[in-house]
């Protein structure tokens, strides 16, 4: 039994299964040499043309570029950089259509060449000399990527650490009417040999195979006189058959093995080179020119010279077709690739790029419309015909449904898209197009499911985030805490708020206690009440200054201490009765001598306005707000008064909110509350005055009073009404009883 | 005398059983619910609290505990069919108002944006970047498109637009059927 490499080397070529025999016609255009085509007006350059990244764009508008000059910069292993075919100025870089099935707009560099075609300056590499490292960094940056249709970066496929057995180059082309690979061959076999030797110093190959298809003997003759007395090189003819260059197909082929699915020729020891991309690469390392152009095969009955031409990248597809004496019919399909694997085009000024291999213009007649798809009949001719050896009928079944599970048991990955199935359907079924979707649904899928894993992820950290910050926060709290007690015991005003807090935590104990008793409440109601009055009493001492400064308008800085000395010891206060019921918090229930139920109603309608009232200062700008501050802005100095007295009013008001059961919590709107509608209206208007009375208050005093300058013109056009009129008196009347209350001072405004 | 030998016997043997299994209880302690971490992969961890709940998690918590299955329209059908399948129930239809097939993105009109952060803080997968009083914008790779962000705005300059499709990203119109037979 011969081993695999003596059959190899016997001449021997396996089969695959299925496979099609449609008509080549490349008769038409296998017999012309590659015509040379004029500089086209424009150049269409796409900044990617490959599978992968765009590379850093190097040029701007405007630039002039030499020919072979790099227009972009791969700054990546998956990017490759593309090249100025030709001299010219760049006059744009903007979204043109792409030469892609589905015709999206992609950045692309258009270049109006100068004619002169002046090159920059060129640098040919010796393979005997240079090493690994500098031809594969010449690849890249010559921007070579496989020709064969995928367009995969040829660096990183021949830059490999596994050992290779067979370097293996396509040469079969075996789509209809593509001549492109044959003219290469039959004109320019010496250099594809050439690029071949730089492949097998990269890679050092057991041996190299070149496969092409039996119906080329002028392009096989002439590889076989280029290769010479090279030992391990082997051209080896296969039979005519689609589609024999499929890259798994090829290796069954040529060494009998198979790719295991979802698996790389790479891991059976096989690299795989179109031959367009050998003569390129021998292009960049001897000449060092750049893959600017290639041959592409312009064919279809529409064309007076069915042809080869050499193309510049980036040239229109019309341009080409013009040059070949284009007659276009009505409904005309232009169709790049070829008839099986091709797609057709929309707009006609799309450009040449580097994996474009056909441009196919066909009369109706010669190459028809899809006719109209009929229900699968199940004769099982697609999967004879499938190279792959899949079941397209069931693929068909599962991507009609939708069904992503099947379609991956049933090995949709594997499907080549060669067409073969849709060729031999009877009742022209598209099926390559459905798998078509199906796949792209699926590459959909998965990346959702990646999305949605690092999306979790990013919540996961998020939420770890929050709850370490809060915990600092928390510990930030208690430190300031414990630093305000110091300060404050130091401070003169020790006394004060060290009574507040012994008070608070007397009724905290109390409270605590189980004192259910009616007659219990009702005496310790009375009690705290008197303690109030006790500690209103010592606070209006210790506040004596306070109307005098008030009146005159001239110490605005002790009663502005006191009043912040004040308010920190009550939230102190506040903060150790531990949020219980705080039926005599505050002084202010001396004053609050109605019942239970109306102070409680008043509560709740004053907690709805203030949550309207913030809404409303959210939504509209500020002048709302602003009437109230100007109404009490009798001077300057007042208004920094009352601002501040309004801010700590506020800032009680909202603590008693938060506390829960404020009997009586907001005297003021008790007072008025001669019904709900009215007391909500003083709220609102209460509320609105203590959102601007903090933003004043927040702002340096010098600041504050221009403000409530500014405010009062404001505020003399919305007098007129007499609903505002009523609201203003309100805010009034709650900025002075807080200002009262605070100061204990009942001078009127 | 033989009853007692049986009484002891079992009595032994029932000890050496409790201990194994409440070993076993110890040792092989399952940490949390399977199954609310399977119907967490299924779920498209938006985030965006549109099935009532606080998050993805908590609303797979709620469906392991027997909320319904079609409260999250950013997964759409294939997300309810894929949890009734692990859930064994029937398939129903989203429970909401229908939602626009193509996926959407945040994106902030950044002439407009005053620097307020409130969107920051909204996002609950920290796609928006961004500082007190500077320009915020959004991470588009990273933006779930669960509109959270959209009503904290106080200037309303966040737009959930659609998606750009990419090349990448398109998928074979059905209608342009590229795929050619040959007449011989």
Redesign the interface.
């Known amino acids: 039994m011969p081993t695999l490499f003596q059959q190899i080397q016997a001449g021997k070529v396996w089969d695959f299964h299925g496979g099609i025999h449609?008509?080549s016609r490349k008769e038409r255009t296998n017999q012309k040499p590659v015509a040379l085509l004029d500089i086209p007006d424009r150049l269409y350059i796409p900044l990617r043309q490959h599978i992968g990244v765009a590379g850093k764009l190097l040029v701007k508008v405007g630039d002039r570029v030499l020919k072979g000059q790099a227009l972009t910069q791969a700054d990546n292993a998956m990017a490759v950089p593309v090249h100025a075919p030709t001299s010219g100025t760049v006059l744009a870089i903007e979204l043109h259509t792409?030469t892609?099935?589905?015709s999206?707009a992609?950045p692309t560099l258009i270049l109006a060449p100068d004619g002169m075609d002046e090159w920059r300056p060129r640098k040919p590499l010796d393979p005997e000399q240079a090493d690994a490292y500098t031809l594969l960094e010449r690849i890249q940056e010559s921007g070579i990527s496989g020709m064969g249709g995928a367009g995969f970066p040829t660096h990183i496929k021949v830059n490999v650490k596994q050992p290779v057995d067979y370097l293996i180059i396509n040469a079969v082309e075996c789509e209809?009417y593509i001549t492109a690979d044959d003219l290469l061959m039959q004109e320019r076999a010496s250099d594809i040999i050439a690029g071949i030797e730089i492949l097998v110093k990269l890679l050092s190959p057991k041996a190299v195979l070149i496969g092409i298809e039996d119906d080329k003997p002028i392009a096989a003759a002439s590889l076989k006189a280029a290769i010479g007395q090279r030992d391990n090189y082997f051209v080896r003819e296969v039979p005519t058959k689609y589609p024999s260059g499929g890259e798994k197909q090829l290796i069954q082929l040529l060494t009998n093995k198979e790719v295991p699915a979802g698996r790389r020729p790479l891991d059976i020891g096989i690299v795989m080179q179109n031959v367009g991309t050998a003569f390129a690469i021998a292009q960049a390392v001897l000449d060092d020119i750049p893959l600017i152009h290639r041959v592409v095969t312009v064919a279809g009955e529409t064309l007076a010279q069915q042809q080869n031409v050499l193309a510049l990248i980036g040239t229109p597809i019309s341009d080409l077709l013009n040059a070949c004496g284009f007659q276009a019919e009505p409904q005309q399909r232009i169709?790049v690739g070829g008839?099986?694997m091709?797609?057709?085009i929309a707009d006609w000024s799309v450009p040449v790029v580097k994996t474009t291999n056909c441009i196919l213009a066909p009369t109706e007649h010669e190459?028809?419309a899809?006719?109209e798809e009929m229900d699968c009949i199940r004769c099982g001719a697609c999967a004879d015909a499938c190279p792959a050896s899949l079941l397209p009928q069931q693929l068909l079944w599962y991507s009609k449904a939708k069904d992503q599970d099947k379609l991956a048991e049933y090995n949709l990955s594997d499907c080549i898209e060669c067409?073969a199935c849709?060729?031999v359907c009877p009742s022209?079924i598209?099926?390559?197009?459905?798998y078509?979707?199906a796949k792209?649904?699926i590459r959909?899928?998965q990346?959702?499911a990646l999305?949605?894993?690092?999306?979790?992820a990013?919540?996961d950290?998020?939420t770890e985030r929050l709850e370490r910050e809060k915990q600092e926060r928390l510990e930030r709290n208690q430190q300031l805490a414990a630093q305000r007690v110091a300060q404050q015991q130091a401070s003169g005003l020790a006394s004060q708020s060290a009574a507040a807090v012994q008070q608070a935590l007397e009724r905290t104990q109390q409270q605590a206690a189980p004192a259910l008793d009616k007659e219990q409440i009702i005496a310790e109601r009375e009690r705290k009440k008197a303690e109030a009055l006790a500690y209103q009493q010592q606070k209006q001492q210790a506040q004596t200054a306070e109307p005098a400064s008030i009146q005159t308008s001239e110490q605005t800085e002790d009663p502005r201490k006191a009043a912040i000395a004040a308010a920190l010891a009550r939230a102190k206060a506040k903060k150790q009765a531990e949020a219980q019921s705080e039926v005599a918090a505050e002084p202010a229930p001396a004053e609050a001598t109605a019942s239970d139920a109306d102070a409680k109603k008043a509560a709740v309608a004053a907690a709805i306005a203030r949550a309207k009232a913030k809404k409303q200062t959210?939504a509209q700008s500020e002048v709302s707000a602003e009437p109230a501050p100007a109404e009490t802005a009798a001077s300057d100095a007042d208004a920094k008064k009352a601002a501040v007295a309004a801010a700590i009013a506020r800032a009680k008001a909202k603590k008693q909110t938060e506390a829960q059961s404020e009997v009586s919590a907001e005297p003021a709107p008790a007072e008025t509350a001669a019904s709900d509608a009215d007391a909500k209206k003083a709220a609102v208007a209460a509320a609105i005055a203590r959102a601007k009375a903090k933003k004043l208050a927040e702002q340096p005093q010098t600041e504050a009073a221009p403000a409530t300058d500014v405010a009062e013109p404001v505020a003399v056009p919305t007098e007129s009404t007499p609903e505002q009129d009523a609201k203003k008196a309100a805010i009034a009347a709650v900025i002075a009883r807080a200002k009262a209350k605070k100061q204990q001072n009942s001078e009127p405004l | 005398m033989s009853i007692i030998t049986a009484l002891w016997a079992l009595g032994i043997l029932a000890l050496i059983f409790g201990a194994v299994l409440g070993y076993a209880a110890i040792r092989f302690k399952v940490d949390a619910d399977p199954l609310v971490e399977q119907i967490?992969e299924i779920?498209?961890?938006?985030?965006c609290g549109q099935c009532g709940y606080p998050?993805?998690r908590p609303y797979a918590e709620a469906i392991a505990n027997g909320d319904d299955i079609n409260k999250c329209p950013p997964g759409g059908d294939?997300t309810i069919k894929k949890l009734a399948d692990l859930m064994g129930v029937e398939a129903k239809p989203l429970d909401a108002a229908q939602t626009p097939a193509v996926k959407r993105v945040a994106f902030i009109r950044e002439d407009e944006c005053i620097g307020c952060t409130k969107c920051i803080q909204a996002c609950?997968?920290?796609?928006i970047v961004g500082a007190s009083k500077q320009m915020h914008t959004v991470l588009t790779d990273?933006c779930?498109g669960c509109d959270l962000c959209v009503e904290p705005c106080?200037v309303d300059c966040i737009d959930m637009v659609p998606l750009a499709?990419?090349?990448e990203?398109?998928?074979?119109d059905?209608k342009?059927?590229?795929?050619?037979?040959?007449?011989?």
Do not use: N
């Open positions: 449609p008509p792409s892609h099935p589905s999206l992609e209809p169709i008839p099986m091709g797609f057709a190459l028809g899809a006719s067409g849709a060729y022209e598209p099926l390559v197009h459905y078509r979707v792209a649904e959909e899928t990346r959702e999305k949605a894993e690092q999306a979790k990013r919540f950290a998020r959210e | 967490d779920l498209p961890q938006t985030q998050g993805c294939a609950p997968v920290d796609a990273e779930t106080p499709s990419s090349i990203r398109w998928k074979w059905l342009a059927i590229p795929v050619k037979v040959l007449e011989s």
